[in-house]
C-alpha cells in the first residue's frame, strides 16, 4: 500500500472513529466497514497511534482517546480543503530553516504549491537577517513554494497577502481580530503573531519562483517566550486561553490564501487594498520608517494600489515599497 493510500484509509478510520475524543466503533465493525483484515486494523492503529492519534481497544470496541497536536502529513491531509497549495507536503520534526528548503526544493523543480513544514526550526530565518525563535511542537514554522506569473515588482503583494489571509484565519478560527502591520506581520492586541519572510528567485522581468515562510505563534504561554520577545510577541494561546490543532490552523490558512492567491495571479494586490487598509495596525499614526539608511517620520495615510506605504511627512506624501515601522 502506498503511503497516500495509507494516510486515506487512516482517514477514513478516524471518520468512522466519530474524529473526536471518546469516539469509538465495535472492532468487527471497523474491520467491515474498511475492508479490513485484524492484522491490517491492528497495523492503522499503530499507524495512527505514531501519528498522534491513540485508538484503544477494550472488550471488542475500539475508541479514539487521544488526538496528539501533530503537523504532519496526515494531520494536514486530513484537515486540507485548498486544491492547489499543500498538495504536495514535506513534513519534518526538525529543520534548519523551511525557507531554505523550500527554496533547494523548488530549484529542484518542486510543483507551485508545495508545503515545507517543520515542528521545530534550528536556524529559523526573519526579516533584515534576524533570526526567529522556532521551539518544538507550539508554533507553525512553513514555507510555500509559488509560481505566479509576475513582474519581480509585484512580488511583495505576497506578503501583503499573506497577512491577509493569516488575519482572516484568525479571525474566522479563534475569533479574535488580528490586525497586519505593513509589511508583513499580523499582530493581536499590538503584539507580533505572526512573521512573513517572501524570497524571491527571478530574473529581470519574470519570476522563477517564491518562498512564502510564514512563523505563527500558536500554543506558547507567555514564559515560552523568551526575555527580549515576552513584550513585543504574542500566541493564540495567549491571547484566547485556548490550545489550538496546529494542522487544522494551517489547512484553514492555505484555504483562505489559496482562495485569495487565485485572484492575486489574475489581478494582482489592488483588489485587495481596501480590505488590507481595514485591517491595517497604524493607519493614522505618527511612526518612524526606516528604510535602508533612510529614516522617515509622517503619519500612515494609508497603502497605495500596489501596496506601497503611504506617509504624510513635513515634506509632503512619501511612498515606501520596504522598510520597517515603529510608533513614534
Ligand atoms: C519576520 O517577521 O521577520 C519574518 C519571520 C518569518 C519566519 C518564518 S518561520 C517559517 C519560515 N522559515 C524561516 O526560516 N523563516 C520563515
Known sequence: MTKKDQIELANR??????????????????????????????????????????????DGQLNLVEVGDFVNDFAIRHYLAAKVLGQKIHSYQSLGSTNTTAWQLAEQGAPEGTLV???????????????????????????????????????????????????????????????????????????????????????????????????????????????GLKTKATSLFVETKTKWQRAEVLALF?????????????????????????RMALLGQKVKLAAGKEVITGKVAGLAPDGALLLETKTGSYRAISGEVAVL
Open 254 to 278: 492555505l484555504k483562505e490564501f489559496e482562495h485569495f492567491y487565485l485572484q492575486f495571479k489574475k489581478s494582482g494586490i489592488a483588489p485587495f487594498i481596501k480590505e488590507i487598509e481595514r
Open 117 to 227: 513544514v517543520a515542528d521545530r526550526q534550528t536556524a529559523g530565518r526573519g526579516r533584515l537577517g534576524r533570526s526567529w525563535h522556532s521551539p518544538p511542537r507550539v508554533g507553525l514554522w512553513f514555507s510555500l513554494v509559488l509560481r505566479p506569473e509576475i513582474a519581480p515588482a509585484e512580488a511583495p503583494g505576497l506578503s501583503l497577502l499573506t497577512a491577509l489571509a493569516l488575519a482572516q484565519t484568525i479571525q474566522s478560527r479563534c475569533r479574535m481580530e488580528a490586525k497586519i502591520k505593513w509589511p508583513n506581520d499580523c499582530q493581536i492586541a499590538g503584539k507580533k503573531v505572526a512573521g512573513i519572510l517572501t524570497e524571491l528567485s527571478s530574473e529581470m522581468d519574470r519570476v522563477n519562483f517564491v518562498i512564502v515562510g510564514v512563523g505563527l505563534n500558536v500554543n506558547q504561554t507567555k514564559s515560552d517566550f523568551p526575555a
Open 13 to 58: 478510520f478516524l471518520t468512522i472513529l466519530g474524529d473526536r475524543i471518546g469516539g469509538g466503533i465495535a472492532l468487527l465493525e471497523a474491520e467491515k466497514k474498511l475492508s479490513a483484515t485484524p492484522t491490517q486494523l491492528r497495523h492503522l492503529i499503530e499507524l495512527l497511534g505514531g501519528w498522534g492519534y491513540k485508538v484503544k481497544e477494550s
